[in-house]
Structures are given as structure tokens and as C-alpha cells.
């Protein structure tokens, strides 16, 4: 079954460790030969600015897109980039044609996005520069505040500044599309206000099962569903289940599942791992090797074409109509 996931910090990591290669590495969740034993046809890879690394600098974004274009795109048989939506088009028609076998032989594809715009500097600039450099999302803030927005765990909830609302307009100009996971409430009530594109939340679960900060009421899971948005349901433990003792387990995650399908999210909801951006693990779901058996988890409790859907259809519908078209980009 093919996978879609849309959200891992392999690249901070390799940018933090220069010996770590791609290929199997037994420091990355995310690895080439993870991705094709998982049968992940496309892998979304967040740059993320590390706060040990201090104040936040734009040459960071731009070593991990080298990072991604130097030591993963040349792993192995190689990862294709994903940006246009003739891409979507290609992988489309792979997952829809392919059989079980020729899915295993095709190569995974990559996708980038930057996880909080702190990096940016206040440049809008450096925003429309990353685009042009292939960055297709954008993860407005992380935990706190920066330069453009709120984010969820900054106590005071604010919402964009002047400069982020201009942010929020140049992505929908350029084609930079919007990712609300982080985000403080009200900004994104703000930015459910001002965006013309549906927007993401990339890693988040339902807060009705879990109470985390950084989960989605029903009322914003209800938001996204109304604008076409996606949200993709995540692997980090604390988010699944409120504290308690022993390992988390991937049964843990149908009570968000069923409470995202209540609210009718079955054609919102993809994958968002968080792989590498943590430290502690669902059990039996700590790689992407693992999802052939999370799949058929899920398939014991609701039809194969639904899981299909969550597993990669949801996610490649929403790029097939939202990415920019490299045909009108070149004519420009």
C-alpha cells in the first residue's frame, strides 16, 4: 500500500551530523532503504532550525536543501524531488497503475518544507527566493513566537504581525503553501480569514482524545475539512495518548482516527509521522518499514480503499490541484 507521509527531521540531523549517510543509517528513522520497505512513494522532509543552534539564520534553510539535494537525492537509485504539479501527476499515475511489485521497484520521491519561518529573517525576500529554490510548504511558526506569527505555546496567543499577514499573502500570490501545525489558535482563526488556499496541519491529532497543546480542536478540524484542507495524523506519542506508563501502540490511534471520520475528515486525513523529530516511539511503529503492518492494523477495522486514502490518496489529491504548474511557471 503506498504511503504518503508529510512530515520528518532527517535533514536537521544530517545538517547536525555530516557523517550521517541516508542510505540505512541506524541513527535516522528515515532511511532510502526504510522508505522502499515501507512502500513510501513520497516522503516529506521539514527543515527545521534547531534551537542549539541559536538565533535562527536563513543559511540553515539553504544547508539542508543542499543536505537533501547532495546526500539524499543521490542515495542509491536516487530520490526524485517533488514540486510541480506535473510530479503530482506522475506519482498519480504510479500509485494508480502500479501493481503491489512495481510499486516496490519504483524510486520514492521528495518534497520539502520549512518548519517555522524563523530562518527567514523577516525577509519575504528569502521566502519567494526558497520557493524558486523548490520549497513547496511552509510551517509558519514552531512552538513560539517569531517574526510572522504566534506559535501554540506562546502564552499570550497572538495572532500574524503586519509582516505576517504580507507573508500570508505572498504564499498565496507565489504558490507556497500554508502549514498551521505550531501555530498559535489565533492565528490560525487569522489565518482561516485571509488565506485564498486550504491550507495543512501537517502533524497534529485530534486534542478531543488527546488534550495536547499541540493537537486540533474539533472546531479547527472542522475549519480544514470545510476549506479542503488536509491533516495528518501523527506518530509522536504524547500526542496520542496523555501521559500514562507503558509504550504507546498503534491501536492507540484509532480513537483519533474514528474522531476525525465523526467529524467528517475520511477525505482530509493523511499521514504526518514526525519521524526523527523524536525521541521515544510508538511501539511497532518506529520506522517506515513498520507501515505495511500499520496497514494492516487499519484494515481490519475499516475497507482497504479508505486506508488507501489515508495512506496516500488524501495527500495526493490536495497536491494535484494545489502545487504550481511548472509549465505556467516556465512561461512566466
Same mark, same amino acid.
Given at each position: 500500500?503506498?504511503?504518503?507521509?508529510?512530515?520528518?527531521?532527517? +535533514?536537521?540531523?544530517?545538517?547536525?551530523?555530516?557523517?550521517?549517510?541516508?542510505?540505512?543509517?541506524?541513527?535516522?528513522?528515515?532511511?532510502?532503504?526504510?522508505?522502499?520497505?515501507?512502500?513510501?512513494?513520497?516522503?516529506?522532509?521539514?527543515?527545521?532550525?534547531?534551537?542549539?543552534?541559536?538565533?535562527?539564520?536563513?543559511?540553515?534553510?539553504?544547508?539542508?536543501?543542499?543536505?537533501?539535494?547532495?546526500?539524499?537525492?543521490?542515495?542509491?537509485?536516487?530520490?526524485?524531488?517533488?514540486?510541480?504539479?506535473?510530479?503530482?501527476?506522475?506519482?498519480?499515475?504510479?500509485?494508480?497503475?502500479?501493481?503491489?511489485?512495481?510499486?516496490?521497484?519504483?524510486?520514492?520521491?521528495?518534497?520539502?518544507?520549512?518548519?517555522?519561518?524563523?530562518?527567514?529573517?523577516?525577509?519575504?525576500? @528569502?521566502?519567494?527566493?526558497?520557493?524558486?529554490?523548490?520549497?513547496? &510548504? +511552509?510551517?509558519?511558526?514552531?512552538? @513560539?513566537?517569531?517574526?510572522?506569527?504566534?506559535?501554540?505555546?506562546?502564552?499570550?496567543?497572538?495572532?500574524?504581525?503586519?509582516?505576517?499577514?504580507?507573508?500570508?499573502?505572498?504564499?498565496?500570490?507565489?504558490?507556497? +503553501?500554508?502549514?498551521?501545525?505550531?501555530?498559535?489558535?489565533?492565528?490560525?482563526?487569522?489565518?482561516?480569514?485571509?488565506?485564498?488556499?486550504?491550507?495543512?496541519?501537517?502533524?497534529?491529532?485530534?486534542?478531543?482524545?488527546? =488534550?495536547?497543546?499541540?493537537?486540533?480542536?474539533?472546531?479547527?478540524?472542522?475549519?480544514?475539512?470545510?476549506?479542503?484542507?488536509?491533516?495528518?495524523?501523527? &506518530?509522536?506519542?504524547?500526542?496520542?495518548?496523555?501521559?500514562?506508563?507503558? =509504550?504507546?501502540? =498503534?491501536?492507540?490511534?484509532?480513537?483519533?482516527?474514528?474522531? &476525525?471520520?465523526? +467529524?467528517?475528515?475520511?477525505?482530509?486525513?493523511?499521514?504526518?509521522?514526525?519521524?526523527?523529530?523524536?525521541?521515544?516511539?510508538?511501539?511497532?511503529?518506529?520506522?517506515?518499514?513498520?507501515?505495511?503492518? &500499520?496497514?494492516?492494523?487499519?484494515?481490519?477495522?475499516?475497507?482497504?480503499?479508505?486506508?488507501?486514502?489515508?495512506?496516500?490518496?488524501?495527500?495526493?489529491?490536495?497536491?494535484?490541484?494545489?502545487?504550481?504548474?511548472?509549465?505556467?511557471?516556465?512561461?512566466?
Amino acid at each position: 500500500m503506498p504511503v504518503i507521509d508529510f512530515h520528518c527531521d532527517v +535533514l536537521s540531523k544530517m545538517r547536525e551530523d555530516t557523517g550521517i549517510t541516508f542510505q540505512n543509517d541506524p541513527k535516522l528513522d528515515v532511511t532510502y532503504d526504510r522508505l522502499r520497505q515501507g512502500e513510501v512513494s513520497l516522503q516529506c522532509f521539514a527543515i527545521y532550525l534547531s534551537e542549539r543552534w541559536g538565533i535562527p539564520r536563513y543559511e540553515y534553510i539553504l544547508d539542508q536543501i543542499d543536505v537533501f539535494k547532495s546526500r539524499v537525492m543521490t542515495t542509491a537509485e536516487g530520490v526524485r524531488w517533488l514540486r510541480w504539479k506535473e510530479d503530482a501527476a506522475e506519482l498519480q499515475k504510479e500509485i494508480g497503475t502500479a501493481s503491489r511489485v512495481d510499486n516496490a521497484r519504483q524510486l520514492p520521491w521528495g518534497l520539502i518544507s520549512v518548519e517555522g519561518a524563523d530562518g527567514f529573517e523577516g525577509s519575504l525576500f @528569502y521566502v519567494k527566493m526558497c520557493y524558486e529554490l523548490g520549497v513547496r &510548504f +511552509l510551517g509558519i511558526t514552531w512552538n @513560539y513566537a517569531n517574526w510572522a506569527a504566534d506559535g501554540v505555546l506562546e502564552k499570550r496567543n497572538g495572532g500574524f504581525t503586519e509582516k505576517g499577514k504580507k507573508l500570508i499573502d505572498l504564499s498565496n500570490e507565489i504558490g507556497l +503553501l500554508l502549514d498551521v501545525s505550531h501555530l498559535s489558535p489565533t492565528g490560525f482563526w487569522e489565518l482561516t480569514e485571509r488565506t485564498v488556499r486550504p491550507f495543512i496541519a501537517s502533524h497534529s491529532n485530534a486534542k478531543s482524545i488527546c =488534550p495536547h497543546p499541540r493537537n486540533l480542536t474539533d472546531e479547527q478540524i472542522r475549519a480544514i475539512i470545510a476549506m479542503d484542507g488536509r491533516i495528518g495524523m501523527t &506518530f509522536v506519542p504524547w500526542f496520542v495518548r496523555e501521559g500514562g506508563d507503558g =509504550p504507546v501502540r =498503534p491501536e492507540e490511534l484509532l480513537p483519533h482516527i474514528e474522531h &476525525f471520520c465523526s +467529524l467528517g475528515a475520511e477525505n482530509s486525513l493523511m499521514i504526518g509521522s514526525d519521524f526523527d523529530g523524536i525521541d521515544s516511539w510508538i511501539k511497532g511503529l518506529e520506522h517506515p518499514g513498520r507501515y505495511p503492518d &500499520f496497514a494492516e492494523l487499519l484494515c481490519k477495522h475499516y475497507s482497504e480503499s479508505m486506508v488507501r486514502r489515508w495512506f496516500s490518496g488524501n495527500a495526493l489529491s490536495y497536491l494535484n490541484v494545489h502545487l504550481p504548474e511548472k509549465a505556467a511557471a516556465d512561461a512566466k
